[in-house]
């Protein structure tokens, strides 16, 4: 499988990068997603920005879907583990604007998914490409949708004809 | 034009906004654990919070332009029924499945061109707001769209109650292109979204769909309006009392 990096992708390693404050970024990295606890906010695309204001730190997400629960509990662990690893001012800020989209999951996240049992999003939501979606457990591409949402709006449900084994896809948004 | 006038006539919009998506999320929330079988229950429970979740970003947005300092959860669950500004299509009770989506399948469609226009907005937080609600619409007009197909072309228990729904509900879809004189002004400030334009493409592609669905396009025989100046069906103080319960009842609750 190639790994597809999208060029906003490509931006937000690039910004990690130059942003220092390694330390910071590997203690959010401990954060996982609370519905889907193999994967880090940072490779589910969640968290974009850490910067030091003085004694503060200041930590950006993007949230992901309008309603999903998940958020609160996210805000609060990166709070708890900062103030953990030392940093007693955490401000968290939720930005809308560009919308989380799934073509910020990294290559590391697509494949801790599949290990899950969870289908990645395939394609590219940016310019609208679709690849065939194909089981988790088994690998074949004869699959069959059996519901636009799954267990939680990020998933939609799908069944393998191959292999029977019903299955979410995390949806290419 | 004033700036006072003109915040004024913003927090209104944003409010009238948010009260749309949290009586559309309230009715769908209302079809969970009811829902005709497991997977429809689960899809159902989402895009409710996917409404609930964008009631959330309106209000929060309101609260901060708010003279009166609310916050968004007193604007969610403070205000008596004349304070709610919702277009009525969305307070009308859930009713049954047909009615539930053919109802989706109508304000999904005008919400995937109300959106559209949003992100075009010359206030940012109401183009990011739209920016993120709009992808999720996608997903929910293709569930919607997916429905009444299924039911209009289905059996003839189905159909019927199909085009029953669709009759009891056309005359509620006028309102959805409805301007007022503050929302006007809005308009022409570019923050705005001219509803009344957009109703030829909407008629438009309900129109494919309900032909596409073996299902008839009801007369324009009938209309009412009111939800944008507080005057709603007697649906809505039932659903606050449930909707606003806790709030009403342990007033300052907090989780
Ligand atoms: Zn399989």
Known sequence: MIPLVSESQRLREQYRKEAGLEDVWAAL????????????????????????????????????????????????????VLEQAGYAQVEVVSRLSPAWTTDWMTSEGRKRLIEYGIAAPVGCAADGSETPIACPLCGSEEVTKISEFGSTACKALFQCKECQEPFDYFKCI | MNQNVNKQALFNYVLALGDDAITMGHRLSEWCRNAPFLEEDLAIGNVALDFIGRAQMFYQYAAELDDQGRSED??????????????????????????????????????????????????????????????????????????????????????????????????????????????????????????????????????????????????????????????????????????????????????
């Open chain 1, 29 to 80: 990295e401990q954060i996982k997603d609370p519905e889907i606890p193999v994967i880090s906010i940072w490779d589910l695309g969640i968290l974009q920005e850490v910067e030091q204001q003085g004694e503060r730190i200041k930590v950006v997400i993007t949230p992901t879907y309008s309603g999903c629960p998940a958020m609160h509990e996210i805000t609060r662990d990166i709070r708890q």
């Open chain 2, 74 to 255: 007193d604007l969610a669950f403070l205000r008596d029924c004349r304070d709610f500004r919702n277009l009525l299509i969305y307070e009308l009770p859930k009713g049954d499945f047909a009615f539930t989506m053919v109802r989706q399948m109508i304000v999904d469609l005008f919400n995937m061109e109300f959106l559209e226009q949003l992100t075009k907005s010359s206030d940012e937080r109401l183009s990011a707001i739209a920016g993120k609600c709009i992808k999720e619409s996608r997903y929910h007009l293709r569930r919607s769209h997916d429905w009444v197909l299924r039911l209009g072309d289905g059996t003839e228990e189905s159909h019927e109650r199909a085009q029953r729904a669709l009759v009891d509900i056309w005359g509620y879809t006028p309102e959805l292109f409805m301007v007022d004189e503050s929302e006007q002004q809005l308009v022409q400030a570019g923050i705005a979204v001219d509803r009344a334009a957009l109703m030829s493409v909407w008629d438009n592609r309900v129109g494919q769909i309900l032909t596409e669905a073996k299902l008839q396009k009801p007369e324009d025989s009938w209309k009412v309006e009111g939800g944008r100046r507080g005057v709603h069906t007697e649906h809505l103080g039932h659903m606050l009392s449930e909707l606003q319960f806790l709030q009403r009842a342990y007033p300052g609750l907090q989780w």
